[in-house]
Each structure stands twice: as C-alpha cells, then as structure tokens.
C-alpha cells in the first residue's frame, strides 16, 4: 500500500473528499492507492499539492516501520 492512502486517512479525507479536491474519478484514487494503476504525472501534482505532501513521499510504498 503506498504512503497516499495512510496520510488521506489520518487528514480525515475520504476518496470522495480527494476526488473534489483533485477531480480525479474516486475509482481512480482507489486503483492508485492499491497499486493497480500508477498515477499519471499530472494526477501526482494534483493530489501532492491537495495534501501538501511532497508527490516523491506520497507515492512511496509503506515500510513496515511506517505503519506503526
């Protein structure tokens, strides 16, 4: 899982509450989270700058140290 799903989670943002932010389709958000799909480069910017994590963090899988 990357890092993207844990910090929308802890900010209390839903996929739905990061679609409106971003307009990237909820479906979309999800299928990146679970590594189905890799983002496009655009979609990294929109969702780094609507969580202002930098995108090189975001996109980054968990470590298991990460995880608490």
């Not at 409106?20 to 799909?37: D, F």
Request: hydrophobic share 35%; no cysteine.
């Amino acid at each position: 899982m990357l890092r993207l799903r844990r910090i929308r989670q802890e900010r209390g943002i839903s996929i739905v509450g990061l679609t409106q932010l971003t307009g990237i389709a909820p479906s979309s958000i999800s299928e990146i989270e679970r590594e189905v799909r890799p983002p496009w480069p655009g979609w990294k910017a929109r969702i780094s700058e609507a969580l202002g994590i930098p995108a090189d963090e975001l996109f980054q899988p968990e470590a298991e140290d990460d995880r608490g």
